[in-house]
């Protein structure tokens, strides 16, 4: 008998832990995402160093000469800190890339976690501009594997607390675990110093967790 009752109270308990994790699951997938480019206008966001931003068929376009001395920002106007984003970009000339948790310092430093945007190599990596440098530096194939060059590219970033991690094009690129947790900062596009740039972003959604 005492056995029997054991097996009900595994059961019982099992389906507890099945429910649990449904509704969790179900918790996650109701978070809002929310649109930070309206496709037409460069609203919510400023713009800190050289070159030019602009908005071209629905698209935020980034445009520097190689003689450009400092870095090419947009910076989200809006503070975040544990979320998740996600875009779409073509990279056609110059090095790139997308921050999260940045602080700016004057008048062109970006302070934060970078994720790489470029044509050639390195795109979904992480490296920490003005402090560790590559933090996650990405598998030259998998990237290679999963890029489309000269074409449009999906972007996924998940920063919660001191876990950060990538996806290009839904392939996994980069990770970081028990990452030292910084405040919140801003989401901001890169165009390189000293580079020809042309480097195009759109579709860039947010969800936000509250703690």
């Not at 029997?4 to 308990?13: E, F, K, M, R």
């Not at 920063?159 to 839904?170: F, I, R």
Request: aromatic share 8%; glycine share 10%.
């Amino acid at each position: 008998m005492r056995i029997h009752s054991l097996g009900i109270c595994a059961v019982l308990i099992g389906c507890l832990c099945l429910t649990v994790s449904a509704a969790d699951k179900k918790d996650e997938s109701s978070l809002s995402w929310k649109s930070l480019f309206d496709g037409k206008s460069l609203k919510g966001w400023h713009h800190v160093g050289d070159g030019k931003w602009v908005v071209e068929d629905g698209a935020i376009v980034g445009k520097t000469q190689a003689a450009a001395k400092l870095y090419g920002l947009l910076v989200s106007d809006k503070k975040y800190q544990d979320l998740r984003v996600k875009f779409t970009f073509k990279s056609l000339e110059g090095n790139s890339g997308f921050y999260v948790r940045c602080n700016i310092k004057s008048p062109d430093r970006a302070h934060g976690l970078q994720v790489e945007v470029d044509p050639r190599n390195n795109t979904g990596g992480i490296y920490e501009s003005y402090g560790r440098a590559w933090i996650s530096k990405p598998d030259a194939e998998r990237v290679k594997q999963a890029y489309k060059l000269d074409d449009w590219n999906e972007m996924e970033i998940l920063a919660d607390g001191g876990h950060v991690v990538t996806w290009l094009n839904g392939t996994k690129i980069g990770e970081l675990k028990n990452d030292p947790v910084v405040g919140p900062g801003h989401l901001v596009m890169q165009m390189h110093s000293g580079n020809k740039m042309l480097v195009m972003f759109k579709d860039i959604e947010v969800q936000t967790f509250k703690k």
